[in-house]
């Protein structure tokens, strides 16, 4: 949970741990985000935004 500091509004932060994927993106974490894109329910808070960061480099 946080506030956006432009608009005061509350959101939902979810962190995908990269460490044990070798693969690319887990697909679990696909399949989430588009039914979160999907869905329209009172109880669900709607996907603003996804973002990225750089992962670090396997030894």
Do not use: C, W
Not at 36 to 48: A, G, W
Request: charged fraction near 35%.
């Amino acid at each position: 949970m946080a506030k956006e500091i432009k608009t005061g509004e509350i959101v939902a932060l979810k962190k995908i741990r990269m460490d044990n994927e070798r693969e690319g993106f887990p697909i679990t974490a696909i399949q989430e985000i588009k039914i979160l894109k999907k869905l329209h329910h009172e109880n669900v808070i709607k996907v603003k935004e996804i973002v990225t960061s750089p992962g670090t480099a396997f030894k």
